[in-house]
């Protein structure tokens, strides 16, 4: 395969663990917690499509919708019934139940689906793009990033110049002050959820599309990866996210490609360690304010 | 019938009881000090009074709504608007967005446009720098923006918490000046210093809170002539 093949397909990959870190930095930003059953999510909403279009057979946009749909409220769901309750509570308290949530989640969907993959149905049908003799595009590859590239500037677009974006940026700064301007900070929270659950769904679809296969662990390792993206970008940093994410896919592309498969992984995680190491708040992460 | 009114107020931090049952009022147009040194209690009070914090005990009412069962984020809709202790502004935002989030709660764009008038023509250093990140503004200049920002809700009575501190003594002059000005246009001020000599001198009446309790009251002359206030308060 050529260098661009390569990059491209690097590119697709980033762009959905750019697609998972906007949710982990989403939530992180505002709530203050690592809400690691958020790689989960992936796995329901890949299994919620698979179900409505292999199952029951409906058409794909319906499939995909009801995914983001599901995904959108079992966001909501899960930060009502296990994360507010502790709003208080240590942050230790808290990573210990969202591990928790993770593992029900797994569990849920092996009690359902059982532990053999299942095969993603083709939702839509897909034709290389021969470019010349060297270069042929996957079109997946290309809707991925397309779609993500559009997500990206919807959300940018969202959180900069409407209210409830603002609200957003206030509540991640400081909760008690955005609570004085009359930010109810409960609901943003949950809007926080949704829009991260949500872009998780679409995630799952992009996962399920380019691997052909999903299990109850699908979304474990990809939201592994995103959460080192987000990190690696500077967690809670939306365009952090967005750079993390894409920059992760590609370095682990090109290393499985002219380096290793075996070392890839490795590779990855050395180069968060070694950005950490250089810049702790990660790449686009801001220096913490003193309080005066 | 008071505007605001405070009734055997207790608050607790655990199990340390921060507020003994602390009563005062806030008439309709006054200037109200409330006076107290360190951790005499008097954040405690403000916190509470704006939902920020639960009491264990006792009674908020303003216009004769109960403060104490209403969320926070909805006392600003009511009317009150509060400058908190160390300003806390949002840092990584514009002063312009800082103070459209002041606003978050109303609704009519136009009115909006003339209380940001309002408040340019208030602090036009705050207009020269609208588009500046907040964070990089100077101490006076950030309590001059944290002042802005809660007249941008058009509040009936206005809660602020020392916003002398840690600022120059030509800009205190600036803010107080600014808090007659703010009285005269007919807002209600509930005013929360350590600095007694300043906040008695622009005052209708004063509370004077020490560990937790109210242990003066009475009008500010009164107080200003008051022994016991000079020589704790006032450095005479
Ligand atoms: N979050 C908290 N947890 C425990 N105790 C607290 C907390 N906040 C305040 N206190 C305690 O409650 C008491 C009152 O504090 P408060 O901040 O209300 O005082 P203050 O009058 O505003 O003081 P200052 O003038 O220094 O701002 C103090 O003894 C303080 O230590
Ligand atoms: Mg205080």
Redesign the pocket.
């Known amino acids: 395969m050529s260098f661009i093949s390569n990059l491209i397909n690097g590119l697709s990959l980033g762009s959905m663990y750019a697609l998972i870190a906007l949710g982990y930095t989403m939530v992180y930003g505002i709530a203050k917690m690592l809400n690691f059953a958020h790689g989960d999510v992936i796995m329901v909403g890949a299994f919620t499509m698979f179900t409505a279009a292999a199952t029951l057979k409906f058409s794909p946009a319906i499939s995909i919708i009801a995914g983001i749909i599901v995904c959108t409220l079992l966001g909501v769901i899960i930060e009502k019934i296990a994360y507010k309750p502790l709003r208080k509570a240590s942050p230790l308290t808290v990573l210990i139940t969202a591990i928790g949530v993770s593992y029900f989640l797994q569990s849920l969907a092996l009690l359902i689906f059982g532990s053999n993959q299942k095969s993603f149905p083709m939702l839509f049908n897909f034709e290389p793009i021969r470019v010349n003799e060297d270069l042929i595009l996957k079109s997946d590859s290309l809707m991925t990033m397309g779609v993500t590239i559009l997500i990206m500037v919807a959300l940018t677009l969202f959180i900069n110049k409407t209210k409830t974006g603002r609200a957003m940026l206030a509540v991640s700064e400081d909760k008690g002050a955005a609570e004085l301007m009359g930010v109810n900070v409960n609901k943003t929270i949950s809007i926080t959820f949704a829009i991260g659950s949500s872009l998780a769904a679409v995630a799952g679809l992009f996962f399920g599309l380019t691997y052909g296969f999903i299990g109850p662990y699908t979304g474990a390792m990809p939201g592994i990866k995103a959460f080192v993206a987000a990190v690696l970008g500077g967690i809670g940093n939306i365009p952090g996210a967005m750079l993390g994410g894409i920059l992760l896919g590609v370095i682990e592309n090109l290393s499985k490609a002219y380096i290793s498969t075996e070392l890839s992984d490795a590779i990855v995680f050395a180069v968060l360690i070694i950005v950490l190491l250089v810049k702790p708040t990660g790449l686009m992460g801001k220096k913490i304010n003193e309080k005066v | 019938m008071a505007m605001l009114r405070v009734e055997n107020l207790e608050v607790f ?2 199990v ?1 009881r ?1 507020i003994k049952g602390v009563s005062f009022e806030v008439n309709e147009g006054e200037v109200i000090a409330l006076i ?10 403000l ?1 509470t009074i704006t939902g920020l914090i639960q009491p264990h005990a006792g009674k908020i009412e303003f216009e004769g709504h109960d403060l104490v069962k209403t969320p926070a984020y909805k006392i600003v809709q009511m009317g009150m608007a509060h400058v908190p ?1 160390g300003r806390r502004i949002f840092q990584q935002l514009t002063v312009l967005e800082n103070l459209r989030l002041g606003a978050f709660t109303r609704k009519s764009n136009s009115e909006i446009q003339a209380s940001l008038k309002r408040v340019y023509r208030s602090f036009p250093r705050l207009e020269e720098r609208k588009n500046q990140v907040a964070g990089t503004l100077s101490g006076g200049e950030q309590q001059m923006l944290a002042m802005g920002r809660a007249l941008m809700s058009d509040p009936k009575i206005i809660l602020m ?2 916003p002398s501190k840690g600022i120059s003594p030509l800009i205190v002059m600036e803010i107080f000046n600014m808090i007659r000005e703010i009285s005269s246009g007919g807002t209600t001020v509930l005013l ?1 210093e ?1 600095n007694a000599k300043k906040a008695l001198e622009i005052s209708n009446r004063a509370y004077v ?1 020490e560990t ?1 309790k109210i242990a003066l009251e009475g009008n500010a002359e009164e107080l200003m002539n008051n022994e016991n206030v000079k020589k704790a308060y006032l450095g005479e």
Do not use: F, P, R, S
């Open positions: 931090y655990g340390i921060a107290g040194a360190n951790g005499a209690g008097k954040t405690t009070i916190h202790e918490d020392e929360v350590q809170l937790g």
